[in-house]
Every structure is written in structure tokens, then in C-alpha cells.
């Protein structure tokens, strides 16, 4: 069965400077990855998903992500953090084969941004 | 439009006793998902829902883990006796109907139900 690790539980930066949150996969077919953010007392909204086209990935709020095949990675990064990039964030990974809908989510990485 | 409504956001409860959420998806969403996220993981997926048919509920408790989506709209997850361990968030989601296979339709997340069982 797929998983996802995330290996960061805590990730702290400063305002401006760049933001990387590391996703490793595990899939036993090509996998469909997505990274998904949630905001305090808010849904999960998507952020981005790869579904085997480009292998980088851009989402919304200038966050991009790059699948790499030979590491298993899927790690989220943005040039440049804004206070209101501090949220959870989840990596999601679906085996997509019959049910792309059959998501398994990592533990997320609370994104801290100090001004 | 609207985006996916749950209630109530927050309940209190102590253990033994029973408990029952409410999803309103996204209108024309056939899919309806609800969630179990415990602090400190990811969501863990209790049951899928196309229309009023139970597609997937490989990982719902059915010992004290009921849900029911009667009219293929809005959906009722209920918990009878609950635990301790069922303190969690339980997010309700939605997606439009798959007609590709292999082809991703996004999930909607609602706010979710944060229960703490005392």
C-alpha cells in the first residue's frame, strides 16, 4: 500500500526567505502526489498535484514541487515565505490506479514564519 | 459557491455516550468522504460515499462507527459509544463524480468537527 513520510514535523523560517517542506513516497504504481495546506480552523485546500504530466509541479500562492522518481520525493518549496504561509501542510500520496481518490496523508509539517 | 458545510464545529462529550456529525457537500458533488484526523497526523479516511452507496469503508470502526448518506446529498457520521481515543478532528469532503479512470477529481474540504471525549 502507498504512504508518505514527512520528514519534518516543525519547520520554522523568516519572512523572505525560501521554504522547503520534504515529502519522501512510497507507491507500488506511479502514484499521484499532492501537497495540501491547512490554515487554523479552515479545510484543507489544495496547494498542487502531480498526475504524471510535468514533473515540476506549480501550485498556487507561488509554491511549486518536483516529483523525483529515483529519490521517492516529493518536496514542496516557495522562494520566498509570507506570514501567511505559516499553516500545517500535508503530503498526499494516491496509487490512482482504480480509485484515484484513495489518498493516504502524511503526519504534516507546521510551517512557522517569524517576522 | 458554497463550499462544504459541517456542524457543529466544535463538541464536548464524555465517553459511552453518542455523538452525530452533519456534511452538507458541495451541491452536484456525488462523492462524499469523511475523514478522522487525530492530533498530530494526517487524515486517515473512515468512508467514501458516490450518490447514497458506500463505496469504501475498509477503515470505519463499525463496532460503534455509523454513517449514513440517505438522499445522496448531505451525510450523518455517528459514533455510538464513543471512546477516548475518538477525540479528533472530522472532516467531510467532496468531489464531483470520476468519469476517467486515472484522472483526479479534487477533494473540497470542509472546516471539520473537532469532538473531544472526556
Known amino acids: 500500500a502507498q504512504s508518505v513520510t514527512q520528514l519534518d514535523s516543525h519547520v520554522s523560517v523568516s519572512e523572505g526567505t525560501p521554504v522547503l517542506l520534504r515529502c519522501n513516497y512510497s507507491?507500488?504504481?506511479?502514484?499521484?502526489l499532492f501537497w495540501y495546506v491547512q490554515h487554523p480552523n479552515k479545510g484543507l485546500q489544495l496547494l498542487l498535484k502531480?498526475?504524471?504530466?510535468?514533473?515540476l509541479v506549480k501550485g498556487i500562492n507561488g509554491f511549486e514541487a518536483e516529483f523525483k522518481k529515483s529519490e521517492t520525493s516529493f518536496h514542496l518549496t516557495k522562494p520566498s515565505a509570507h506570514m501567511s504561509d505559516a499553516a500545517e501542510y500535508f503530503c498526499v500520496v494516491s496509487e490512482g490506479l482504480y480509485n484515484n481518490n484513495d489518498m493516504r496523508f502524511g503526519a504534516g509539517t507546521r510551517l512557522t514564519v517569524k517576522p | 459557491e458554497a463550499g462544504v458545510a459541517q456542524s457543529p464545529r466544535y463538541k464536548i462529550i464524555e465517553k459511552r455516550q453518542s455523538v452525530a456529525f452533519w456534511c452538507n457537500p458541495i451541491s452536484g458533488h456525488a462523492t462524499l468522504y469523511w475523514y478522522q484526523q487525530i492530533l498530530g497526523q494526517g487524515p486517515k479516511l473512515l468512508i467514501q460515499f458516490q450518490n447514497n452507496g458506500v463505496v469504501d469503508d475498509s477503515q470505519l470502526p463499525k463496532d460503534r462507527f455509523s454513517a449514513e448518506r440517505l438522499k445522496g446529498v448531505d451525510s450523518t457520521l455517528k459514533i455510538q459509544p464513543a471512546k477516548l481515543e475518538d477525540s479528533a478532528v472530522y472532516l467531510c469532503a467532496s468531489s464531483s463524480l470520476r468519469v476517467v479512470a486515472g484522472t483526479y477529481n479534487e477533494q473540497f474540504f470542509g472546516p471539520g468537527t473537532r469532538l473531544t471525549v472526556l
Open positions: 502531480y498526475t504524471s504530466a510535468a514533473t
Open positions: 507507491s507500488s504504481y506511479s502514484p499521484s
